[in-house]
């Protein structure tokens, strides 16, 4: 014979779990429901981001001889989904040229976890402080032009993080 | 004499020390000289004031006067150089600059130096025509010199370049003092009827 016993010890947790169960449930509809209807906030593009840009950079290796590793992610707005395959173009002021020179730009492609990396020529500073321009420009999605500012000129690596939206 | 000598020092070391930066190889010549450009202004700027204050004793008052005329119209020459320089440079960055929609801050008091430096001069140009009084001409004359050392300033503090941050720093604050000093002596914004009663 079974007995069910309902110690206080069972009686507070099982009140607890309840009253736990019942704020998550009233919880969730004021603030975990609303977060997650509105998801990863798409990427605005910076100020000053397009500056220089050359629509259309090769996709590359390495831009130059490399040195400085530029790193990021592609996501997709809303479920925050890594998009592979995305075309990200780089492009800076560096030791082998000025932003607006052919060759300090190139292109790569994201992984199939949605990041990139491209290894290019170190960043100097230019225009006042040291910094990179990345574009998302291939038109599947909404054009995001970023412009990193680097908290060192000593640095040798660079990150920078899209979240697209459909255009 | 060790006044003298100490301004001398700041306003040429920063200069050299530029002249030896790393980051000059890495920039174009019409960059290059965009940039000491402006840091020959931030020079002169440290000479104005002290012109304007007479503190030059074997300098007669009117020559010193002509020379401050002369140096303002060397300082508007610098920023057009400076500005010009970088517009050839980096056409859109200038642009942003100009309509202050830079992202960085550097550049939106680079700008407001340039305007007020330019309102300064155009005083200075247009005195006899604007036939302010004298006290008043000199106090607007005044306010705008401050916005321009203030501005200046801060633009080249925030400036990650081709300049050495300590003698950098050394002129900013020698620049700061003079301006600070001359306004003090000169009694720009003190009444003279309230001083005489």
């Given at each position: 014979m079974t007995k069910a016993i309902i110690t206080r010890r069972s009686l507070i947790a099982a009140g607890g779990a309840a009253a736990l169960a019942g704020a998550l449930a009233s919880g969730a509809g004021r603030l975990i429901v609303p977060a997650q209807a509105k998801g990863v906030a798409p990427t605005p593009s910076m100020r000053g981001g397009s500056n220089n840009y050359r629509p259309g950079a090769p996709i590359v290796e390495r831009i130059g001889s490399g040195g400085f590793l530029m790193t990021g992610t592609v996501r997709r707005a809303g479920d925050g989904a890594p998009m592979p395959?995305?075309?990200?173009?780089?492009?800076?002021?560096?030791?082998?040229?000025?932003?607006?020179?052919?060759?300090?730009?190139?292109?790569?492609?994201?992984?199939?976890?949605?990041?990139?990396?491209l290894d290019m020529p170190q960043i100097v500073p230019?225009?006042?402080?040291?910094?990179?321009?990345?574009?998302?420009?291939?038109?599947?999605?909404?054009?995001?032009?970023l412009r990193p500012v680097m908290p060192s000129a000593r640095h040798k690596t660079l990150a920078a993080h899209f979240v697209l939206e459909p255009a | 004499m060790v006044f003298w000598a100490a301004v001398v020092?700041?306003?040429?070391?920063?200069?050299?020390?530029a002249a030896f930066s790393p980051l000059l190889q890495w920039r174009q010549p019409v960059y290059i000289a965009a940039g000491f450009a402006g840091i020959i202004g931030l020079v002169v700027l440290l000479y104005q004031p002290l012109l304007a204050g007479g503190y030059m004793r074997w300098l007669p008052a009117s020559r010193a006067r002509a020379l401050h005329r002369w140096l303002g119209a060397g300082l508007v020459i610098t920023v057009l150089i400076h500005v010009g320089g970088l517009w050839v440079t980096s056409p859109p960055d200038v642009v942003d600059a100009l309509l202050f929609r830079s992202p960085t801050p550097f550049s939106v008091w680079g700008v407001t130096a340039m305007w007020a430096v330019f309102a300064a001069a155009g005083l200075?140009?247009?005195?006899?025509?604007?036939?302010?009084?004298?006290?008043?001409?000199?106090?607007?004359?005044t306010s705008l010199a401050i916005i321009t050392v203030g501005s200046t300033i801060t633009h080249a503090l925030l400036i990650e370049g081709a300049m050495g941050t300590m003698s950098k720093v050394s002129l900013c604050v020698a620049v700061a003092a003079a301006t600070l000093k001359t306004i003090v002596d000169l009694k720009i914004w003190r009444s003279p009827a309230r001083n005489r009663a």
């Open positions: 395959g995305q075309r990200i173009q780089i492009w800076a002021h560096t030791t082998e040229g000025h932003e607006r020179d052919p060759q300090s730009h190139g292109a790569t492609l994201t992984d199939e976890n949605g990041e990139f990396s230019a225009f006042g402080q040291p910094h990179g321009h990345l574009a998302y420009d291939s038109g599947d999605f909404k054009t995001v032009f | 020092i700041a306003s040429t070391v920063p200069v050299a020390v200075a140009v247009f005195r006899k025509r604007l036939r302010l009084p004298p006290r008043v001409w000199r106090r607007i004359h």
